[in-house]
């Protein structure tokens, strides 16, 4: 196991430094493209909490960027404020939202567990549809401005921006190595795998549940921050039930419980929806096709074949991360 989290780290290492190298090297478009594979990478990394290490997938995890994105949009565009007040407010309302959320999603297990998830999602999705008055229903929030923190380069440069939310992706990613590396971490895992055996041991499984799903709000409240202001424009089309679907996406292309694979997997998705889509008319097919190929020859994801490669494959395959294999009632496993 440790050689496991030195691999990862190593990992992690590798790709820092190719990001941070990369606008030296690469058109100011690709660097755009990888600003918001960033931004959904903390976004699928705070999804993974639920997904990989507790065993809970998740189809309304857009709701919390969706709240942190229009806190901003609302607070900077309605009451002037600066950035750090924007970003304190929407970590805090998302997180706020989703310890009402868990409370009611936690309920329930399993498919169920899934569905309550994505009924919650439509909630949010039709507040911010219908309270024109505070959200601009369909017509979206505009003229979100990028934030200027008193530094001698500006962040309206696509380059300077994506070192900007490189930085807050690096933190968060530290942040929830250590949080998934530390007792509680540990204690989320033993409860995916057999979450009666914990409760025998005196564990209160339901807080630990809880506690990752507000975790994991939280940090996608920060997600949807960034994306506000990377966008300059929030809008319900934002929050829908399709980009909650491709957020799960990620985390399984990518590799569930393996820290870096949501990254990976947001890098997959985002080149193929915003690049590969410009010269290919049914790229939705491709998505798919590399999705089941993933599953067939890299059952641990494609961080799981990158780790193979640089001398680990110990992993747990995509279906036991989080009992899928249970949920359909199948015995046969995926090798």
């Given at each position: 196991m440790k050689s496991d989290h030195l691999v990862s780290l190593r990992l992690f290492?590798?790709?820092?430094?190719?990001?941070?190298?990369?606008?030296?090297?690469?058109?100011?478009y690709i660097v755009f493209l990888l600003t918001q594979a960033l931004i959904f990478g903390i976004l699928a990394m705070s999804l993974d909490?639920?997904?990989?290490?507790?065993?809970?997938?998740?189809l309304g995890h857009a709701a919390f960027m969706g709240i942190g994105a229009y806190s901003v949009a609302i607070l900077s565009t309605e009451h002037g404020v600066g950035f750090w007040g924007c970003l304190v407010g929407a970590v805090f309302l998302a997180a706020v939202v989703a310890a009402v959320f868990g409370l009611i999603a936690l309920r329930a297990t399993a498919v169920y567990f899934l569905m309550i998830t994505l009924a919650l999602?439509?909630?949010?999705?039709?507040?911010?549809?219908?309270?024109?008055?505070?959200?601009?229903?369909?017509?979206?929030?505009?003229?979100?401005?990028?934030?200027?923190?008193?530094?001698?380069?500006?962040?309206?440069?696509?380059?300077?921006?994506?070192?900007?939310?490189?930085?807050?992706?690096?933190?968060?990613?530290l942040l929830l190595y250590l949080l998934m590396r530390s007792p509680f971490g540990y204690t989320l895992v033993g409860m995916r795998d057999s979450e009666s055996r914990m409760q025998a041991m005196g564990y209160n499984t339901w807080l630990h549940k809880y506690t990752a799903y507000v975790v994991a709000g939280t940090f996608g409240g920060l997600a949807g921050a960034l994306w506000a202001y990377f966008n300059g424009f929030?809008?319900?089309?934002?929050?829908?039930?399709?980009?909650?679907?491709?957020?799960?996406?990620?985390?399984?292309?990518?590799?569930?419980?393996?820290?870096?694979?949501?990254?990976?997997?947001?890098?997959?998705?985002?080149?193929?929806?915003?690049?590969?889509?410009?010269?290919?008319?049914?790229?939705?097919?491709?998505?798919?096709?590399?999705?089941?190929?993933?599953?067939?020859?890299?059952?641990?994801?494609?961080?799981?074949?990158?780790?193979?490669l640089l001398g680990v494959g110990t992993s747990k395959g995509i279906l036991d991360r989080f009992n899928l294999?249970?949920?359909?009632?199948?015995?046969?496993?995926i090798t």
């Amino acid at each position: 196991m440790k050689s496991d989290h030195l691999v990862s780290l190593r990992l992690f290492g590798i790709i820092l430094v190719l990001l941070i190298l990369a606008p030296l090297f690469l058109p100011q478009y690709i660097v755009f493209l990888l600003t918001q594979a960033l931004i959904f990478g903390i976004l699928a990394m705070s999804l993974d909490i639920l997904v990989g290490f507790t065993g809970l997938p998740s189809l309304g995890h857009a709701a919390f960027m969706g709240i942190g994105a229009y806190s901003v949009a609302i607070l900077s565009t309605e009451h002037g404020v600066g950035f750090w007040g924007c970003l304190v407010g929407a970590v805090f309302l998302a997180a706020v939202v989703a310890a009402v959320f868990g409370l009611i999603a936690l309920r329930a297990t399993a498919v169920y567990f899934l569905m309550i998830t994505l009924a919650l999602a439509m909630v949010v999705w039709g507040v911010a549809y219908r309270w024109y008055r505070l959200t601009k229903g369909d017509n979206g929030i505009t003229g979100i401005v990028r934030p200027e923190l008193g530094l001698p380069w500006s962040l309206w440069s696509e380059v300077n921006f994506f070192y900007f939310v490189l930085l807050f992706f690096v933190i968060s990613y530290l942040l929830l190595y250590l949080l998934m590396r530390s007792p509680f971490g540990y204690t989320l895992v033993g409860m995916r795998d057999s979450e009666s055996r914990m409760q025998a041991m005196g564990y209160n499984t339901w807080l630990h549940k809880y506690t990752a799903y507000v975790v994991a709000g939280t940090f996608g409240g920060l997600a949807g921050a960034l994306w506000a202001y990377f966008n300059g424009f929030v809008s319900p089309p934002d929050i829908e039930l399709g980009i909650s679907i491709e957020i799960l996406l990620m985390v399984l292309l990518g590799g569930a419980a393996s820290f870096i694979g949501p990254f990976i997997g947001a890098c997959v998705v985002v080149f193929m929806k915003q690049y590969l889509s410009i010269y290919v008319g049914r790229w939705l097919m491709i998505l798919g096709a590399s999705y089941i190929i993933t599953v067939l020859y890299l059952p641990q994801g494609i961080n799981g074949g990158l780790e193979a490669l640089l001398g680990v494959g110990t992993s747990k395959g995509i279906l036991d991360r989080f009992n899928l294999k249970n949920l359909f009632n199948r015995k046969e496993t995926i090798t």
